[in-house]
Each structure stands twice: as C-alpha cells, then as structure tokens.
C-alpha cells in the first residue's frame, strides 16, 4: 500500500528537508572549525610561509 500525498506538499517536504540537510552540513562545518583551530591555524601559516593569500 502507498501512501498518496499531493504533489504540492511533496515538494515542500523535499524544500524542508533540503533547508534542514544544509543546516546540519552548516553546523557541522562550523563544529569542526571550533574544535579543530590549532589545525586550521597551522594550514593558514603554512600559507602564509609559502607567500599564498589567506581567505576566511
């Protein structure tokens, strides 16, 4: 048996779930730069001895 649901809030159902897979991708990135800053220090010295430019 398949559950029928009108094609309107299947598509707001996939626009939620996109809105909420690229929150948690945001979060994740963001938990990693706040956990890992001596990492992250060392690649943008390591850029900076090497005369690249650093973006944020």
Same mark, same amino acid.
């Given at each position: 048996?398949? $559950?029928?649901?009108?094609?309107?809030?299947?598509?707001?159902? =996939? /626009?939620? $779930?996109?809105?909420?897979? $690229? #929150?948690?991708?945001?979060? /994740? #990135?963001?938990?990693? =730069?706040?956990?890992?800053?001596?990492?992250?220090?060392?690649?943008?010295?390591?850029?900076?001895?090497?005369? /690249?430019?650093?973006? #944020?």
């Amino acid at each position: 048996m398949r $559950l029928r649901i009108p094609k309107n809030e299947n598509q707001l159902l =996939k /626009k939620l $779930l996109a809105a909420s897979m $690229l #929150d948690v991708s945001a979060l /994740k #990135d963001l938990l990693g =730069k706040l956990t890992r800053p001596a990492a992250r220090y060392a690649a943008v010295e390591k850029q900076m001895a090497e005369g /690249k430019r650093v973006s #944020d």
